[in-house]
């Protein structure tokens, strides 16, 4: 008896963390999808490539797992043939998150920003010792904005007064209030994946 006991739960137990398993896969709404964790050592392969989505939950317990024991990441190969990354927002499709093909989209607005599951466009010069949004795209009220981009740049990009194309994911945003003020600080930390001449 208790050894059926003991079996009944277990079936019983695998049944729920399957079922938790297939929810996390699921999706109701954009919002609900990013673009997959590839994990820290994660190496982008030569030429064309495609993005793949997940559910914000799923990316959320893959970056815990990784949080908790920092592998050691062998080197990258360097390609001869750059990766070309395509696909630009991860989208929610029948329940199932993909990811939707199309052109960057342009960032006029920092409300409601898309983290880590949108390809965004925003021309910027460099200049002070920084790239800055040629056109700072509008801020929540009380708000000062600030980019902080990530990503292999060359030395050209950064010829004081150089105008060029950052084709961008937004990774995480940071806000702050300001002390004994009514205003706040918001940075927004940005991965380039494609940089290309301002027309």
Known sequence: MNVMRA??????????????????????????????????????PCGDARRTASTRRRHEQLERGWSIKVPRCQPCTRCKQPTTWRGVEAVCRK????????????????????????????????????????????????????????????????????RCRFDFIVTRREIEKV?????????YHARVVRVSRAR
């Open 7 to 44: 079996g009944i739960v277990c079936v019983c137990a695998f049944s729920l963390c399957a079922g938790k398993a297939a929810a996390d896969d699921r999706c109701r709404r954009d919002a609900d999808c990013v673009f997959a964790f590839r994990g820290p050592c994660f190496c982008a």
């Open 95 to 162: 329940g199932r998150c993909a990811v939707a093909d199309g052109k960057p989209r342009p960032l006029r607005t920092l409300s409601g920003v898309g983290v880590n599951r949108v390809v965004y466009t925003l021309e910027v010069v460099f200049r002070d010792g920084g790239f800055w949004p040629v056109r700072m795209p509008r801020m929540p009220y009380h708000h000062g904005s600030r980019f902080e981009w990530h990503g292999q740049l060359s030395r050209a990009e950064r010829k004081p007064g150089r």
């Open 179 to 187: 002390p004994g003020q009514h205003r706040w600080r918001a940075t």
